[in-house]
């Protein structure tokens, strides 16, 4: 069981910071990698990054979008509640070394995933220019954070509500274009679509580019097949080879197909639960 130290609802209530004690896995985890977790006893097992962790206090940090009844259910915890079994760190770590000018571009939670690496390059010696966007801006998580780990951050919102408006990929362009090849690769974690089309506009300019693929997961072990993902015209399975691939090479329309397969199941889920909680406040 691993108990939960603090709770911090970071945009509008539907996306919420949990620090955890979890000794083991802050002691070995690194930036990139994630844990798969249970709620409670029949729980279904989901996924979810690092966003910090700290070893010396034995804590790691998941933040996470409640978009169903797994992280409806997590949101529900308070602090010093236990949550029933997590297990990492899992995944391979990001390959992080001193390259020259790297840049970081992250939309919604996926910010979340981004910063430990973004912060990884910049330790390591690198200059880090960081590009993060949200639909609006209650929704933008992590702008402090995102800037202590940056040399310069560019901030989007779709809606025009706070710094630039528009998407990532405009921003992402004007940089590419006014850096050249000082840019030596493109990290960009976030929705489907805007990966994909951040890896359009990378190719456009030769840059390699790193995209972390959020496939859906079962064990987390490579023993399942469910996170099957096709790279460069392989199968690839993203538990253990990734999350993190050549964002040139990731077949993004299958993936986008793969991670809808279960809509209506999950739509069923959430309806029971939400149900079941509206008859508990009830009685
Ligand atoms: C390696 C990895 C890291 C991730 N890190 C984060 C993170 O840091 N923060 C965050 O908010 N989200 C993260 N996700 C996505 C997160 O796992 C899903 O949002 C979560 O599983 C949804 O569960 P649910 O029951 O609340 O929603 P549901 O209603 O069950 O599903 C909503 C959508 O979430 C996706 N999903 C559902 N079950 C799974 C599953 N078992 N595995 C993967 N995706 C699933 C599907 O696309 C589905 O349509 C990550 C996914 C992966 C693969
Ligand atoms: S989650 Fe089962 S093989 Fe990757």
Not at 61 to 79: D, F, W
Not at 105 to 134: C, D, E, M, S
Not at 142 to 169: I, Q, W
Request: charged content about 25%; some cysteine; glycine content about 10%.
């Amino acid at each position: 069981m691993f108990q939960i130290l603090s709770k911090t609802e970071l945009a509008q209530g539907t996306v919420v910071a949990n620090e955890i004690m979890a000794p083991k896995i802050a002691a070995k985890a690194r930036p990139g990698q994630f844990v798969i977790l249970r709620v409670n006893e029949t729980g279904e097992r989901i996924p979810l990054t690092m966003a910090d962790t700290d070893p010396k206090r034995g804590t790691i940090t998941i933040i996470y979008q409640v978009v169903g009844k797994t992280t409806a259910l997590l949101k529900s915890l308070n602090v010093m509640d236990y949550i029933q079994d997590i297990a990492g760190p899992l995944g391979r770590p990001t390959p992080i070394e001193k390259k020259g000018t790297i840049i970081c571009v992250g939309g919604g939670t996926g910010v979340a995933v981004l910063h430990p690496i973004t912060r990884g390059f910049k330790q390591a010696g690198n200059k880090v220019i960081g590009i993060i966007g949200a639909r609006t801006k209650d929704l933008l998580i992590m702008e402090d954070k995102m800037r202590a780990a940056t040399d310069e951050l560019y901030v989007c919102t779709d809606d025009g509500s706070y710094g630039h408006a528009g998407f990532v990929t405009d921003v992402l362009r004007e940089q590419l274009t006014k850096l050249g090849s000082e840019v030596k690769e493109a990290v960009t974690i976030g929705p489907v679509p805007m990966m994909k089309f951040c890896a359009k506009v990378t190719a456009e300019f030769g840059v390699p580019t790193m995209v972390s693929l959020n496939a859906i997961m079962v064990d987390g072990t490579g023993m399942c097949g469910c996170c099957r993902v096709s790279v460069g015209g392989k199968t690839e399975f993203a538990c253990v080879d990734g999350p993190e691939f050549d964002g040139h090479k990731v077949d993004f329309e299958e993936l986008g197909r793969r991670l809808t397969a279960y809509q209506k199941q999950e739509k069923e889920a959430m309806d029971l639960y939400q149900h079941k909680c509206s008859c508990a406040a009830n009685q």
